[in-house]
T-cell receptor, first 117, second 111 residues
């Protein structure tokens, strides 16, 4: 069975500071990895994903995440955050087991990023 | 392209009642997933439908059920509502398991 651990439930930072949201996963097979963002009173939006290839993936709004297979991590980073980045961020994993029984995303419990002026 | 649409957006029900939530996936997506996001519990997987069949089910009691129609839209039914069923119910669709697109959710309050 797969699982996702987001090590920080809340991360407060000041505007323009760098931030790292940590995510570790556990799976016995190869995985796809995702970061989703949830703004207040909204659904989840896909921020970025790792499927294969380059281990560094980037989003259009300046976030990036690096897949580290040896450390089973997929930490999310941004060099300079804005007030508008305040949201809850969810890391998720989907394993590549054939047969379909595991074709579902398993989510971490989320990290609330609060950017203060 | 229209995204995943869910209805209603908000709902208030009394304990013991039954509720039906609806979801329309992105055109061409055959898989629909339902998640419950209750306060403090994160996102819990409820159900996965693909090509009209239930493919997987999370750790929820049988009073949570659903179905998928030939047009790939889906319903989630919850019978005998309990206070702890109060949550945001999220539907997502996917074509080939390389990431979901979520709807905005239905906020269910049980009083």
């Amino acid at each position: 069975a797969q699982s996702v651990t987001q090590l920080d439930s809340q991360v407060p930072v000041f505007e323009e500071a760098p931030v790292e949201l940590r995510c570790n996963y556990s799976s016995s097979v190869s995985v796809y990895l995702f970061w989703y963002v949830q703004y207040p009173n909204q659904g989840l939006q896909l921020l970025l994903k790792y499927l294969s290839g380059s281990t560094l993936v980037e989003s259009i709004n300046g976030f990036e995440a690096e897949f580290n297979k040896s450390q089973t991590s997929f930490h999310l980073r941004k060099p300079s955050v804005h007030i508008s980045d305040t949201a809850e961020y969810f890391c998720a994993v989907s394993d590549l087991t054939s047969g379909g029984s595991n074709y579902k995303l398993t989510f971490g419990k989320g990290t609330l990023l609060t950017v203060n002026p | 392209e229209a995204g995943v649409t869910q209805s209603p957006t908000h709902l208030i029900k009394t304990r013991g009642q039954q509720v039906t939530l609806r979801c329309s996936p992105i055109s061409g997506h055959t898989s629909v997933y339902w998640y419950q996001q209750a306060l403090g519990l994160g996102l819990q997987f409820l159900l996965w439908y693909d090509e009209g069949e239930e493919r997987n089910r999370g750790n929820f009691p049988p009073r949570f059920s659903g179905r998928q129609f030939p047009n790939y839209s889906s319903e989630l039914n919850v019978n005998a509502l309990e206070l702890e069923d109060s949550a945001l119910y999220l539907c997502a669709s996917s074509l080939n398991n390389v990431g979901y697109t979520f709807g905005s959710g239905t906020r269910l309050t049980v009083v």
